[in-house]
């Protein structure tokens, strides 16, 4: 009889630091949400947590192609009639420059239990100071 082989999660996870300088969004995005999920292993299972720990610097200086710095509309809600809250990408990027990585990271992770635990392990910063030296932070290469 065959069994499924299921990973060990003996192993304690990475921690990877990722500089969001120049970079495009959706492009720095998909990576980070593949190595949150752990899909950069050969020991992905997609319904376990076996992916790592992405730190985020540079965040307010991430890029977008074309004229989606402008056209690009990100929408909220206080829960209240007549609450609808629109901004555009450049006056999110003035105001909250890490929620544009953390919204775009999370549209890309499983909705449910999973993608809120995974999301836990994305740490983003506006600077380039990060209190995670201690966790020796591989550089990642986009």
Known sequence: MNKTQVPSLITSPSWYIIDAKDQKLGRMSTHISNILRGKNKPSYTPYLDT???VIVINSAEV????????QKLYR???????????????Q?????PNRIIEKSVKGMLPKGPLG????TKLKVYSGSLHPHAAQKPKEYMV
Do not use: M
């Open 51 to 53: 992916g790592d720990y």
């Open 63 to 70: 890029c977008v192609s074309g004229s989606k710095t402008t």
């Open 76 to 90: 909220r809600h206080s829960g209240q009639p007549g609450g609808l809250k629109v901004e555009t990408f450049e």
């Open 92 to 96: 999110l990027q003035t105001r909250l």
């Open 116 to 119: 809120r635990k995974l999301f």
